[in-house]
């Protein structure tokens, strides 16, 4: 396969890290309104956080994890990177398969039951323990997202870790 060239490589390399900064600001919107929904005393502004969060993860969070994965898979198949070559690309790697969980699903689910709680006649829903437990998955889903993305920028960064060794390569230098 013919690789990129330079000016092509960068244009992907932008692509990747706009649709990686518009996860994490979208993480960080949800940190927010998360905070603002638990401290206020308005219905109609706390019933708006969790609606907001569930239009985002509806479209925003789908589009955002689908075109980080896909131009992060394209920069490592088409540039001497490769998928498996170095350790800090599979940790890479296993970071994006669980934001892919809590992104697209995760927050979809949670958001949405967390909308039909606060939709509820008199804000009985809130009262529930499974609104408790829907929140507190809620919040815990957002940290993860949040602590992740920012350690996949920390790694993409440093490269902390080097190339493995190919068990293969090491039989033929010997």
């Known amino acids: 396969m013919k690789k990129m060239t330079v000016k092509q490589r960068k244009w992907l390399l932008t692509l990747h890290l706009l649709f990686s900064a518009v996860m ?7 940190l927010f309104l998360s905070i603002t929904a638990a401290v206020t005393e308005d219905e109609g502004v706390f019933r708006a956080c969790y609606s907001i969060m569930h239009m985002l993860s509806e479209k925003t969070v789908r589009v955002s994890t689908i075109a980080t994965l896909v131009t992060g898979i394209m920069l490592s198949v088409w540039t001497p990177w490769g998928l498996f070559k170095y350790y800090w690309i599979i940790v890479k790697e296993i970071l994006t398969l669980l934001l892919v969980i809590l992104g697209p699903v995760g927050m979809y689910f949670w958001t949405l039951q967390a909308v039909q709680y606060v939709s509820e006649p008199g804000m009985q829903g809130i009262l529930s323990p499974e609104f408790t437990v829907n929140n507190v998955q809620l919040w815990t889903g957002i940290i993860l997202q949040i602590v992740s993305l920012a350690g996949l920028f920390i790694i993409s960064v440093f490269k902390p870790w080097g190339a493995r ?4 390569r090491l039989h033929v230098k010997k």
């Open 24 to 30: 994490l600001g979208t993480a960080v919107i949800f």
């Open 165 to 168: 060794r190919d068990k293969a």
